[in-house]
């Protein structure tokens, strides 16, 4: 191969001539609504329980069956989970996409085709494996009508061949996947196995890369981040969910759901310790949301860009009224419709200040799905112990992927459920006034409908109100009332998680970054400092508003770049409108928006860029 | 020195918890003088007063215009939540839900509910959620100064001379075909019809819906509106005299035979319906939207109880809530135990 053809430094690093192990990924192209679903989650599966790091990304499009979709699973001894850019194993089974994407190849990586696409006439520097999947999927399984389904199963066997997949291990996953149908398990089993076999026969090894058994895996789980914000939710103790289906949202609450309906059924009376209510819209779901927390449930919803736009106004009130209410974002692209099967971080600063007048919302930013599962519990309590809408910012990629993880700890604290008085507090107080400030903090005490006590009814209101809770338009009650509200987000600038930090030594260049770009992050500190001798710390923020700590790390450094996924840099705003103007210009952008999870290829591109152009 | 002795006050008059009326008065209204929403918060005050419901159980929810400021001017010891503009439905939706012992009422207006409010009181007409929802209808925009809503009668005229020509929403014909199980029609100046009905409401289980034409006084009162007192005082077609009997009183009455209808409520109460003009069977639907589209046609306005169904499941029901708030369970009964985590994770694995 012509190494002078290879103008990037990246094909330098990567294309090495010698075996490749343990650090690969694998893409599978397929056409949505085929079934590719079961035969890509058992390949994970099997590569994980190897005890081989591993993630994958599934990239489909906004249709239930036809369009083009394609599912990367990445493999990495290194234990980097995020998206790689480049591929090195490719599975074409789309027709149509098929050229394009063998095309788009590296030099040395390897096609598993349907040899009916005849590939290999595209190019002669990849190394080509075409398997006849219709003649072999046939045999295995009689019934025609099912072959379209089982068809996928053929390369996993084939890879796990190719790339030395333990068959047992895919045996294992598959008898996992398919828990009550035996059946279809065997059918599958088959179709694995008749890809393997053809392959030991037919296609000798002519690739570089391998998976080789390691011990990184051990006592992990898998789960997608919307399952773990729904056990969050189920661990947090949530009594109303109300919500309105869109991707990429609707599993949180439909396994939600199914976790509620296993778990929270009262044993002696049957009964259900919760309420799920799909409404007819999102402004019926924040609506009912609200009206469950002003009346003392724990309650939430979940959605996405759009229903998040329409539920500004209700959002307004909560943040005026004062209602603990919790809301799940998975940010998709927008504006608009968007993409909506595409991941960004782009609701960041229409969410922080969502709704009209002077409105500011704590606003979460799970980076995994550890923390999709704590801060779901967290966002709770923070609800009701500040007694404001709080948002848990989290993103098609987050949600919708499936991630590795240790198992999630059981909650360590009792819930916190804020300042609530019963009637015996009310008696005991003699008064109650709903908006006072009586401990300095901007909270005031909330007595819930249903209490038994004559002065413990208040009217809740999003005109304006003063201490007692009754209609005013007094310019000083106004005044006081919105000083109170800004008190209170200074309390919630101490209460909501700070950021995490991983410091080199005396290192100039800061790294600011938050949710899923943490892991592309990671792995391009790496890069920066083996190809680049670049040392940058790094600061993972996890919450608006910042707290002290995140405007220190400014200050330490001589300029700092701020990773995120949207167009403009909206997180470097909301740090700008906190910094001072000197501060403020040390700000740079690293910004990923093409739909797609970012990878840590484009974030190290971007800062030797502009490391070179300073 | 004669000596006068005081004679003794007389024994002020409690319901049945030993509370005053005046337990049941909110704050000084502040629409105007003559507004019908005043008369319409007099009667809610006598029938929970009447019913002897605990104030501190009753949850009060608006949306937004004159009609949905009211709730300040009733059960001032009661929990309010006044709504952004159309969406009480589905603050009244969550309360319910987090809080199943309590007793809902909802004040909307025509433009709250027909108009920006029409998608949520849709829904909330088909989950049947147990409350009471009141229209106070007037056809009018009364805040921001008298533009026509949805319930504006075709051919009906504004002050300023403007003619509506699009058909009204009949939000009565529209509940019954959503679900509502208990729907009427009243009017602010008929005082005993008006109580009977909303006392009927409380005591039902389920959604409660009464359209109460509420004249605006300011923007709707002049000759060519079909919501004026004179327009409705003279095409007011009563349906059935109705009598409210509550559960607590044994009353009995005596109807000669074929001349009324009885209908025992959730709670034990009784409607009694004595036949006016024409008889009308409320426990049938088709019955019901036969009545109000025949009225319509001939440009009556037909009051009085359309619609009652006590025996479908209402939302609470469906759901199968346990009987406590789940507001209030405790730690132990909503956050499950590690071991459920502990097989979760395994699962994961």
Request: proline content about 5%.
């Amino acid at each position: 191969m012509a190494t002078t053809h290879v103008a990037t430094r990246e094909a330098e690093v990567h294309v090495e001539p010698h075996k490749v192990v343990n650090d690969l990924s694998i893409q599978v192209a397929t056409v949505n609504g085929s079934g590719s679903q079961t035969a890509n989650s058992v390949l994970l599966r099997a590569i994980f329980q190897m005890g081989i790091p591993v993630s994958g990304k599934n990239l489909f499009p906004s249709n239930i069956a036809g369009l083009p979709t394609w599912f990367t699973i990445r493999a990495s001894k290194h234990g980097y989970i995020a998206r790689r850019k480049e591929i090195d194993f490719l599975v074409a089974m789309n027709p149509e996409t098929a050229d394009e994407d063998v095309r788009d190849l590296r030099p040395g990586s390897a096609v598993v085709y349907d040899e009916r696409l005849n590939l290999k006439r595209l190019r002669d520097d990849c190394v080509f494996y075409p398997v006849p999947f219709d003649q072999l999927v046939a045999p295995c399984c009689p019934d025609a009508k099912l072959r379209k389904l089982v068809r996928n199963m053929i390369y996993d066997g084939v890879l796990a061949k190719l790339l030395g997949i333990e068959m047992e291990e895919i045996h294992k996953a598959l008898f996992k996947q398919f828990r009550k149908k035996a059946k279809a398990a065997e059918l599958n089993w088959g179709a694995a196995r008749a890809g393997y076999e053809f392959t030991a026969k037919n296609l000798p090894k002519a690739d570089r890369f391998f998976l080789q058994r390691m011990d990184a895996t051990q006592g992990k789980i898998i789960i997608d981040g919307n399952a773990a914000a729904a056990l969050g939710a189920l661990f947090a103790g949530v009594t109303v969910v109300t919500w309105y289906p869109i991707t990429p949202s609707s599993t949180l609450c439909e396994t939600l759901t199914d976790y509620v309906k296993r778990y929270r059924i009262d044993p002696e009376t049957k009964k259900a310790t919760f309420a799920v209510v799909q409404a007819e819209d999102e402004l019926a779901a924040i609506g009912m949301v609200l009206g469950a927390g002003w009346a003392g449930a724990r309650a939430m919803t979940a959605t996405s860009g759009p229903g998040i736009s329409l539920m500004a106004e209700f959002v307004g009130l909560g943040y005026y009224a004062e209602v603990p209410a919790v809301i799940f974002d998975v940010q998709r692209v927008g504006p608009s419709t968007g993409l909506p099967t595409r991941t960004a971080q782009g609701d960041i600063l229409s969410t922080a200040f969502l709704s009209h007048g002077d409105t500011k919302h704590p606003i979460l930013f799970p980076c995994s799905v550890e923390e999709c599962y704590s801060m779901a519990i967290e966002a709770f309590d923070l609800a009701e112990e500040l007694q404001t809408p709080i948002f848990v910012m989290m993103d098609l990629d987050l949600g919708m992927n499936n991630w590795m993880a240790d198992p999630f700890p059981y909650p360590q604290k009792p819930m916190a459920r804020g300042k609530v008085l019963t009637a015996e507090d009310v008696e005991r107080l003699g008064q109650f006034e709903r908006y006072r400030d009586v401990d300095g903090d901007g909270i005031g005490y909330r007595t819930l409908p249903g209490t038994n006590h004559p002065l413990a009814g208040y009217f809740t209101r999003g005109s304006g109100h003063n201490e007692k809770a009754a209609y005013t338009e007094r310019p000083s009650d106004y005044v006081n009332n919105m000083n109170r509200l800004a008190r209170k987000f200074e309390t919630a600038r101490q209460r909501v998680p700070g950021p995490v930090f991983q410091e080199a030594a005396k290192a100039e260049v800061g790294i600011i970054a938050y949710g899923s770009s943490h892991w592309a992050v990671l792995e391009s500190l790496d890069q920066l400092k083996q190809e680049r001798d670049l040392e940058a710390d790094y600061c993972r923020v996890r919450a608006f508003p910042f707290n002290q700590q995140v405007k220190d790390f400014v200050r330490r450094h001589r300029w700092i770049y701020v990773v995120e996924q949207n167009r403009d840099a909206q997180l470097a705003q909301l740090l700008r409108l906190e910094l001072d103007a000197e501060e403020a210009k040390k700000l740079r952008s690293v910004r990923h928006y093409n739909g797609l999870p970012i990878d840590a290829r484009s974030v190290t591109d971007s800062i030797v860029r502009q490391e070179e152009e300073k | 020195m004669a000596t006068t002795t005081t004679p003794p006050a007389p024994p002020k008059k409690v319901n049945r918890l030993g509370l005053e009326i005046a337990a049941y008065k909110g704050h000084r209204s502040t629409l105007c003088a003559g507004c019908g929403h005043n008369a319409i918060t007099e009667r809610i005050i006598e029938a929970f007063y009447e019913l002897g419901i605990e104030p501190h159980r009753v949850a009060k929810l608006s949306g937004i215009g004159c009609s949905s400021k009211s709730p300040a001017y009733f059960l001032s010891t009661a929990y309010g939540f006044n709504a952004v503009h159309g969406r009480m439905p589905s603050i009244a939706t969550g309360a319910m839900l987090a809080n199943r012992t309590l007793v809902a009422i909802g004040v909307s207006g025509d433009g709250d509910t027909a108009s920006i409010g029409i998608g949520q009181f849709v829904h909330l007409m088909r989950r049947n959620l147990p409350m009471i929802y009141i229209i106070e209808d007037n056809g009018v925009y009364g805040l921001t100064k008298g533009q026509f809503s949805a319930t504006a009668d075709l051919g009906s005229k504004l002050k300023t001379g403007v003619v509506n020509d699009l058909p009204a929403i009949d939000t009565c014909a529209l509940a019954i075909l959503l679900g509502a199980t208990y729907v009427a029609r009243s009017f602010s100046g008929d005082k005993r019809q008006l109580l009977a009905l909303l006392e009927g409401a409380v005591a039902h289980r389920g959604t409660a819906m009464l359209d109460v034409i509420s004249p605006c006084v300011t923007f709707n009162d002049h000759e060519g509106s079909t919501k004026s007192y004179s327009y409705v005082k003279d095409h007011d077609e009563p349906l059935a005299d109705v009598s409210f009997v509550p559960f607590f009183q044994d009353i009995s009455v005596d109807y000669e035979p074929g001349t009324a209808t009885e209908i025992t409520l959730h709670d034990g109460s009784r409607l009694l319906l004595k036949k006016l003009a024409a008889e009308h069977d409320p426990t049938q639907k088709v019955e019901a939207l036969r009545v109000l589209t025949e009225a319509h046609d001939k440009g009556e306005i037909v009051t009085g109880l359309f619609y009652v169904d006590t025996k479908s499941k209402d939302f609470l029901e469906l759901l199968n809530l346990v009987d406590e708030p789940l507001a209030t369970l405790p730690e132990s009964r909503v956050r499950p135990p590690q071991q459920v985590l502990d097989e979760v994770m395994e699962e994961l694995r």
